[in-house]
């Protein structure tokens, strides 16, 4: 199976940033082959989970309306990694933020996984 591990969430004042960071790894053999997409959504309390930003394996990079232009995605494939850079931080993007890790080609078969989520406040 495949494991996603969230780091970098914490507390910011309105208009600062953060910088989220997202790994990928095969719990069983170790080995992943390919990701065909790695991305960022968000839930806020009493809110429905939202898509944030995703990149694929072809650097395709999509983002929500609510973050293009604040919030950058990035990757390291070497690493399995993906990167969420945030500014200008709003109140509003104060959420839990999940890593998904879709359709993750390892030794055992292919797997898609969420992480546990990193808490993200912004306060105004």
């Known amino acids: 199976q495949v494991q996603v591990a969230e780091s970098g969430g914490g507390l910011v004042q309105a208009g600062g940033s953060l910088r989220l960071a997202c790994a990928a790894s095969?719990?069983?053999?170790?080995?992943?082959?390919?990701?065909?997409?790695m991305g960022w959504y968000r839930q806020a309390p009493g809110q429905q989970r939202e898509f944030v930003a995703r990149?694929?394996?072809?650097?395709?990079?999509e983002y929500a309306d609510s973050v293009q232009g604040r919030f950058t995605i990035s990757r390291d494939s070497a690493k399995n990694t993906v990167y969420l850079q945030m500014h200008t931080l709003k109140p509003e993007d104060t959420a839990i933020y999940y890593c998904?890790?879709?359709?993750?080609?390892?030794?055992?078969?292919?797997?898609?996984?969420w992480g546990q989520g990193t808490q993200v406040t912004v306060s105004s």
């Open positions: 998904h890790a879709g359709r993750v080609a390892t030794g055992e078969g292919v797997f898609s996984a």
């Open positions: 095969a719990a069983a053999s170790g080995v992943i082959f390919s990701i065909a997409a």
């Open positions: 990149v694929t394996r072809d650097g395709r990079i």
